[in-house]
């Protein structure tokens, strides 16, 4: 198939696999644009009781901001429960829950140290006795925090199935995003691995990938999947703050190698005090000096300076030409998204009392800024792999002979430097040489001459392929090596098969000279003589051998 065949091969393939995607992902958002008739079913069965609670003493109670030990109270008409649940939402709050007096439901879970002193966010579904009349209702909070960060929020009666349905269904498009976005940083992490030993390239897409899937896992983690389906909220709660710490590191070290700033201080200190916050703030946890919660501050402080660091680097990269001048408006674009998106959401969380959704802009600006940093990542990718494959035919062609398909001269003189420096188990060198091939030559012409070597190089490499290697080094010279336990073994096994495949050539070929082959072995043992001396020693051996050969013919 010739180049312009092929090439319209290739584009109609890729249109038929873009076109299945592409019918995929419609799929999956159908399911997602119209939640609204949905949701609206599941709301009519629910009747909101976030409000009219009162205090002890009678006075308004505002269960959008605990604090400290309180009590709520509600009186409650038992008509108004119709076989329905009481459903609510709390942070960072222990709570009883009382039917005049009686205790029907008690939230005090006991979370380990490591994971600080509350468990973050948790859905409840109590369920409510029938019962005629007005009964009161009374909830005992105690927030485990002090500035209005425990609350109970979205507080109703509902069927407990509907609710968690409403709470699936209202989380499942973040979720499957940062599924999305963590199969993205999987796939760039491998790709890179896949380049790193032999590129600063993959370097910069091992951290890219790094990333994105530490971001996608703290975007999972402010979902309810996970508190849902493991019932281990203060896990959660711990992954999400130790992922939030993690997350500017990861950040500087894919703008340290994006922007070419490998030798820049502050990057490397932005990129391990990640790793000291870190260490810190589970040490000082688990020694009871302060908590993660009371440490969110170093968090934000180190947030912000990832933000400035990153922005001056990026401009400083951009003023020197180091980020390709094609993509640095859209690169440029994508950083500055996810800056924004951090940004908004960071200044939002300090000075703005904003309890759902948090990660709103910052996920927003991160899924443009992986998808277009993915995209612009994986033709990075694809080009090195070309360049390297097409580096590879070359070196393949230079290491190959033409006229027998083995390694060549050059290629065995790269072998004898790997095996003087590196190998540590003993060598077999074997050293070949075509009798007769000068008359060949001139009694039958060079094509004859030919085949004789190309038959040669044939018997060779399938008897000594299969335990080293084989080269043409000379017009009638080859070498083998047998490597590996049971040398000699091998070597006389592949000297017999050799024997006995040249009397089956020259039986059914019948060439006007008989393919003869002289060989010599020496072995070389990685210490004392060095592979020149030791091909010597075979050398001579072969030599013997092929006068031997000559006198038995006269």
């Not at 990129?271 to 688990?286: E, G, K, N």
Request: hydrophobic share 45%; proline share 2%; glycine share 6%.
């Amino acid at each position: 198939m010739d180049t312009r065949r092929l090439r319209k091969a290739n584009r109609g393939f890729n249109v038929v696999v873009i076109s299945f995607v592409a019918v995929l992902f419609v799929l999956f958002f159908l399911i997602w644009i119209d939640t609204g008739s949905a949701t609206r079913d599941l709301d009519s069965t629910s009747t909101s009781l976030q409000y009219n609670w009162n205090n002890a003493d009678g006075s308004h109670g505002d269960l959008d901001v605990l604090e400290g030990e309180q009590s709520f109270f509600f009186a409650l008409d038992g008509s108004s429960i119709e076989g329905r649940d009481l459903c609510f939402r709390t942070k960072n709050t222990n709570f009883k829950v009382y039917l005049d007096d009686e205790l029907i439901y008690r939230y005090e879970p006991e979370v380990p140290v490591l994971y600080g002193r509350s468990y973050g966010t948790f859905f409840h579904s109590i369920p409510l006795p029938e019962y005629e009349g007005v009964r009161t209702l009374r909830i005992d909070t105690h927030a485990e925090y002090s500035g209005g960060n425990g609350f109970i929020k979205e507080c109703q009666l509902q069927y407990g199935s509907r609710y968690l349905v409403k709470l699936y269904a209202e989380n499942t498009p973040n979720f499957l995003l940062a599924v999305f976005m963590f199969a993205i940083g999987v796939i760039l992490m491998l790709g890179g691995a896949a380049v790193a030993g032999s590129s600063s390239k993959g370097r910069e897409i091992i951290s890219m990938g790094l990333f994105t899937v530490l971001s996608s896992s703290w975007i999972a983690s402010e979902t309810a999947f996970f508190q849902l389906s493991s019932n281990n909220p203060a896990a959660v709660h711990f992954m999400s703050y130790i992922l939030l710490i993690l997350l500017p590191g990861s950040a500087m070290l894919f703008i340290r190698a994006f922007a070419k700033r490998n030798r820049s201080l502050i990057c490397k200190v932005m990129i391990w005090m990640s790793l000291f916050l870190c260490f810190t703030d589970v040490a000082f946890t688990l020694i009871g000096i302060a908590d993660y919660h009371d440490m969110i501050v170093f968090t934000q402080i180190h947030i912000g300076a990832a933000i400035v660091v990153s922005s001056v680097s990026i401009v400083i990269a951009v003023k020197r030409r180091e980020i390709q001048r094609r993509a640095t408006r859209l690169l440029v674009a994508a950083f500055f998204l996810a800056i924004a998106g951090a940004s908004i959401d960071l200044w939002r969380y300090i000075c703005l009392d904003v309890s759902a959704d948090k990660a709103l802009f910052f996920r927003i600006g991160i899924l443009a800024f992986v998808v277009i940093m993915s995209a612009y990542e994986a033709r990075e990718l694809y080009k090195y792999r070309r360049y390297a494959m097409e580096a590879d035919t070359m070196r393949k062609l230079a290491h190959t002979d033409a006229l027998t398909g083995i390694e060549n001269r050059m290629a065995f003189t790269e072998y004898e430097n790997n095996i003087r420096e590196q190998s540590s188990e003993d060598i077999l060198l074997v050293q070949l040489d075509i009798n007769f091939l000068k008359r060949v030559n001139d009694e039958f012409g060079h094509v004859e001459g030919d085949k004789h070597i190309a038959a040669a190089a044939s018997i060779i490499s399938d008897c000594f392929g299969g335990s080293g290697r084989v080269f043409r080094t000379g017009g009638d010279e080859f070498i083998a090596t047998v490597e590996g336990l049971a040398g000699k073994a091998k070597y006389d096994e592949a000297i017999n098969k050799m024997e006995q495949e040249i009397a089956k050539y020259n039986k059914a070929n019948k060439p006007p000279i008989p393919l003869q082959i002289a060989y010599g072995m020496a072995e070389y043992t990685g210490h004392g003589k060095n592979p020149e001396e030791v091909l010597k020693e075979a050398d001579t051996q072969m030599y013997l051998m092929k006068t031997r050969m000559k006198e038995e013919k006269e």
